[in-house]
């Protein structure tokens, strides 16, 4: 299954930032027939927002994908100090032309089933639309909350089911080709599994996208 993740995430790299971003015209086609128009830079911004700006703890950010959302946030957290990770190789590549500048960045190529960091290491962890793709959603689940400090901030978004058919259809279809990968969260399901792990939540949704930020018990 993570093979076909990422030979899936390989073919799309010359339209991935377009799609997600909807900066071209049939890209914003795409995110107002399938996604209800749901535009992901303001739910980035939304969830990015949740870091303070005097941050300067350790930040995980699982999966960093190209890091079209967060380069300019990461530009104004000079103090701390953030990993970012991906499965994705070809991913990493094209982050780290985003990143150059930024010494407090440091990429690793991994796998959120087996995060090579010690418990409770920390502060923030972040995951925008990684886990609606990771292959084993409940090592993720384990594995994000293991490495979070108690009293730490768990904050991201991403694909939830049942909340609308288009989104629904479309997100079936992606998954034969590895784009996405089931099963999915449904809004009830999301919340059971933070309450279960985090306290003081905050969870919203626009059209079939979940954001939230909690704290970890």
Not at 129 to 153: I, Q
Request: charged share 25%.
């Amino acid at each position: 299954m993570a093979d076909k993740v990422q030979t899936a995430y390989q073919q799309s790299l010359s339209v991935y930032d377009d799609v997600i971003t909807g900066r071209k015209w049939w890209s914003q086609l795409y995110l107002k027939l399938f996604w209800d128009g749901v535009d992901d830079n303001k739910i980035a911004k939304q969830v990015l927002s949740y870091i303070p700006n005097d941050f300067s703890g350790k930040l995980l950010d699982v999966p960093v994908g190209t890091g079209v959302f967060t380069q300019q946030r990461y530009q104004q957290l000079s103090a701390a100090d953030i990993q970012a990770l991906d499965y994705s190789s070809e991913m990493l590549d094209i982050a780290k032309q985003r990143f150059v500048d930024l010494s407090n960045v440091t990429l690793v190529q991994g796998d959120v089933g087996d995060l090579p960091y010690p418990d409770d290491h920390f502060d923030i962890v972040l995951s925008m639309n990684g886990f609606h793709v990771f292959p084993d959603k409940e090592k993720a689940w384990s594995e994000t909350t293991r490495v979070l400090k108690t009293g730490g901030l768990f904050m991201g978004c991403f694909y939830v089911a049942n909340q609308s058919k288009r989104t629904d259809l479309i997100v079936k279809l992606l998954s034969l080709k590895g784009w996405f990968t089931p099963p999915f969260e449904t809004m009830e399901s999301l919340k059971n599994k933070l309450t279960s792990r985090y306290s003081e939540i905050e969870l919203s949704v626009e059209g079939a996208n979940a954001y939230f930020c909690a704290v970890k018990k």
